[in-house]
Nanobody, 129 residues
């Protein structure tokens, strides 16, 4: 019954910002892993940022630390990914995902795609140099 609907992708120049949104329906449980993944052409899908639903614990991949921020608005049932100082290497299809995994610490959440059973449709982010 969980549904994820993404929005906010687009094309920008290096150094600019974008914010992705993921509206989730039917995923209102607290202390579960939810996050953002990305996949560039010819590469595997990788975890970018993870957050604990209803909490504040977060995890970030080393490649985006200090530039990306994951957050949630529980009242709006929406997950966000604020992407600042974008680089060409950030170009990828971005997906939000929900895991059937309970945790209070985001770093303990699954980092691989197999740990997440529900996915958004994906949004393309293209960063030009």
């Amino acid at each position: 019954q969980v549904q994820l609907v993404e929005s906010g992708g687009g094309s920008v120049q290096a150094g600019e910002s974008l914010r992705l949104s993921c509206a989730h329906s039917g995923y209102t449980r607290s202390d579960y892993c939810m996050g953002w993944f990305r996949q560039a052409p010819g590469k595997e899908r990788e975890g970018v940022a993870i957050i604990i639903t209803g909490g504040g614990s977060t995890y970030y991949a080393d490649s985006v630390k200090g530039r990306f921020t994951i957050s949630q608005d529980n009242a709006k049932n929406t997950l966000y990914l604020q992407m600042n100082s974008l680089k060409p290497e950030d170009t990828a299809m971005y997906y939000c995902a929900a895991a059937d995994y309970r945790s209070a610490i985001a770093s303990w959440c699954p980092k691989r795609t197999y740990g997440y059973g529900t996915w958004g449709q994906g949004n393309q982010v293209t960063v030009s140099s």
